[in-house]
């Protein structure tokens, strides 16, 4: 039995090292943050995502576009038609040929789609030291924790720590694959100046810019979410009435009676 124990431990201890190990050669969790939007009875909270769309203008869309997100679903956060139409002007989008052949561009539309700031993939490429800057419109739903996980690798950025190598081009972030990663530190403390007085912080813009790319990747969270609340009440009642009936029904019998006979 001594052997036995002592075989245990040794194999405990092996593993616990194992694991240690892996943990060290793997990116940090993501930091565990409350969003207003988790849960059955979760809701956006508009004043931030409008706060985020501002982040994305100004910093996010010089690398990232949002393919999949067009400028009129800005309506569901509370911007008006002509701001929507003044938020498409700023961009510029391929408008077709000329009568030369040769290919155009126009003012973009609320119609049209977010465009991405390159031209194509090689020149995305190029202007980012060979690394492609990923379309940002699901890229809360593509990541396992995803909210949590952009929201860490926005905060994740610092001094490379002792005996960690960092290639030439690269960025260490604690939070990444690897601890090396493309982007450069995209926010810091003051870099947008909001309207509302919240303090911009460089948490307070990554927090901003994580709401606003959750409602991207889910414009209709809050009519899911009120459909589900519905459903549920529905059937609270409908489970309510059966129960009433079914005493009904079984009242008699429980009696000792003939239901048909009484009625």
Known sequence: MKFVKTIAIALTAVVGMSGTAL??????????M???????????????????????????????SLKYFHFRNLSAIGYEPDMIKAFAAEYTVPGGVD????????PGRPADAIPAPFANEQAARAANGGALPPDLSLIVKAREDGPNYV?????????TPA??????????????????????????DGMVDYQDGTPNTQ?????????FLSFVADPHLPARHRIGLGVV?????????????????????????NFYEDA
Not at 203 to 211: G, I, T
């Open 23 to 32: 943990a060290a050669e793997g990116p940090e969790h993501p930091m565990q």
């Open 34 to 64: 409350e969003w207003s939007f988790e849960g059955p009875f979760g809701q956006f909270d508009l004043p931030s995502v409008q706060r985020g769309w501002q982040v994305f203008r100004e910093v996010c869309a010089n690398c990232h």
């Open 99 to 106: 009568d030369s052949g040769d290919p155009v561009t126009r």
């Open 151 to 159: 929201y860490s690798i926005l905060n994740g950025y610092g001094e």
């Open 163 to 188: 005996g960690v190598s960092i290639p030439d081009g690269k960025h260490f972030n604690k939070y990444f694959k690897g601890d090396a990663i493309s982007m450069p530190q995209p926010l810091s």
């Open 203 to 211: 948490e307070q813009l990554s927090k901003d810019v994580v709401n």
């Open 233 to 257: 009440g529905f059937l609270v009642i409908w489970a309510f009435v059966l129960y009433r009936s079914m005493k009904k029904l079984w009242k008699p019998v429980k009696e000792g009676k």
